[in-house]
T-cell receptor, first 113, second 117 residues
Framework: EPEVTQTPSHQVTQMGQEVILRCVPISNHLYFYWYRQILGQKVEFLVSFYNNEISEKSEIFDDQFSVERPDGSNFTLKIRSTKLEDSAMYFCASSDRGYTEAFFGQGTRLTVV | AQTVTQSQPEMSVQEAETVTLSCTYDTSENNYYLFWYKQPPSRQMILVIR??????QNATENRFSVNFQKAAKSFSLKISDSQLGDTAMYFC??????????????FGTGTRLKVLA
């Protein structure tokens, strides 16, 4: 069964360092998303991406964040200068027609120390 | 702005019994989609069930069913014959349609369900 794959599963980084979280969406999907879940809290929307551009971003997704689909298969989330409060579980998701359900990856746990 | 409220932070149910998780939402949209996602201890988000707002018939998926009350903006999840593997965090989610500019989920705060042996 096709699935969304995220790497790494856990990343520890020093405050101020850049991190790149990687995702391989399901191959025929056209809509891509990043969500974040701070431990014990709800899942929050970060950004949606369609047709090689951002279609919407939340207020969390400030200038420190960027997304890219560099090669037609990977979908990455970059945080330029990490802060302690960026520590969270980051989920990538994809869907084929947008209004259908999104399939989520298993998440990347980011710990900023 | 849309909001999703899950008023039960934690619930427990005996194995084989039935449990209902509540969800209410607020929106001015007429067409939208509602979902229940399950997050087991592995933390992966797994779709449980989906409901289109324009459909009056409640969605059903095996032991999982919803009670969708559009006028009341209520979308509860019923789990029948609860199994130990149903132990997880359950999130209710709202999605507005593309005509509103984009697709994205708005999640509730979740209900932690524990199934007791």
């Amino acid at each position: 069964e096709p699935e969304v794959t995220q790497t790494p599963s856990h990343q520890v980084t020093q405050m101020g360092q850049e991190v790149i979280l990687r995702c391989v969406p399901i191959s025929n999907h056209l809509y891509f998303y990043w969500y974040r879940q701070i431990l014990g809290q709800k899942v929050e929307f970060l950004v949606s991406f369609y047709n090689n551009e951002i279609s919407e971003k939340s207020e969390i997704f400030d200038d420190q964040f960027s997304v890219e689909r560099p090669d037609g298969s990977n979908f990455t989330l970059k945080i330029r200068s990490t802060k302690l409060e960026d520590s969270a579980m980051y989920f990538c998701a994809s869907s084929d027609r947008g209004y259908t359900e999104a399939f989520f990856g298993q998440g990347t746990r980011l710990t900023v120390v | 702005a849309q909001t999703v409220t899950q008023s039960q932070p934690e619930m427990s149910v005996q194995e084989a019994e039935t449990v209902t998780l509540s969800c209410t939402y607020d929106t001015s949209e007429n067409n939208y989609y509602l979902f229940w996602y399950k997050q087991p201890p592995s933390r992966q988000m797994i779709l449980v069930i989906r409901q289109e707002a324009y459909k009056q018939q409640n969605a059903t998926e095996n032991r999982f069913s919803v009670n969708f009350q559009k006028a009341a903006k209520s979308f509860s999840l019923k789990i029948s014959d609860s199994q130990l593997g149903d132990t997880a965090m359950y999130f209710c989610a709202f999605m507005k349609p593309w005509t509103s500019g984009t697709y994205k989920y708005i999640f509730g705060t979740g209900t932690r369900l524990k199934v007791l042996a």
